[in-house]
């Protein structure tokens, strides 16, 4: 089992119960029975293929009565009432956040709720989700990275409640209160750091208005993420 999916197990504190959305070869939810998490473990795609190979997975496990397979769209198969966490791994930061703004919004045990957690773990577009969360309802708690076949992961941790603002390079990296003490802290930022260099030195001519704001945007980006390097190194 990957370092990935072990820390995002590690998230999931014994509850009701966790929703795993998109759910890979039940992965996740065997993670979690061997690391003893008591709740209910839901696991749920939009594809036959994969909820077959997760029952395929449970069955070598010896954990076929112990997890529910749904093949259902996003949230809408899953229980509101059997679970209290909420997790989405290895999408894009589009796709997660159409999952949440479709379930969380149209599913009425989910909306009415504020008594769960989310783990998400975007494979690309990590600002997409912090945008939609800081600005839908949610406080991001924790942040955390790991690094697995020489990529970067970030996994977010959100609970419904009031967000603080958030820098421009803080939606990229999370926010520097939070990541300041991982091993992780400068090839994150300067992995986005090198990312906006390049795009704004690919601007550095171009005549037009809307490019030249996105230029000054990364300007701007490159400028508070050096600032936290250095509160780091301070």
């Not at 419904?160 to 520097?176: Q, V």
Request: with cysteine.
């Amino acid at each position: 089992m990957s370092n990935r999916l072990r820390l995002i197990a590690s998230l999931a504190q014994n509850g009701i119960g966790v929703a795993d959305i998109g759910t890979d070869h039940a992965y996740l939810p065997i993670m979690l029975r061997k690391m003893g998490y008591k709740g209910n473990i839901i696991a749920g795609d939009i594809n036959e293929g994969p909820i077959e190979k997760a029952a395929r997975s449970l069955a070598e496990a010896g954990l076929s009565d112990s997890v529910e397979l749904v093949l259902c769209d996003g949230l809408s198969g899953f229980d509101g009432s059997k679970t209290d966490t909420i997790v989405v791994a290895g999408m894009g930061g589009d796709t997660i956040v159409g999952i949440l703004d479709r379930g969380l919004y149209d599913m009425p045990e989910w909306a009415s709720r504020s008594d769960y957690k989310l783990i998400l773990q975007p494979a690309t577009k990590p600002e997409v989700v912090r945008f939609w969360l800081v600005n839908n309802g949610f406080a991001i708690t924790k942040e955390l990275q790991t690094e697995e076949n020489g990529m970067l992961y970030q996994i977010i941790c959100a609970n419904p409640g009031d967000s603080p603002k958030y820098k421009d390079a803080e939606l990229y990296t999370g926010r520097e209160d939070q990541i300041r003490d991982s091993e992780y802290f400068f090839k994150l930022l300067d992995t986005y750091i090198g990312r906006f260099k390049a795009a704004s030195c690919s601007l550095e001519n171009t005549d037009k208005p809307s490019l030249k704001a996105w230029n000054m945007m990364l300007i701007n980006m490159i400028a508070e993420l050096e600032e936290m390097k250095g509160c780091r190194n301070e």
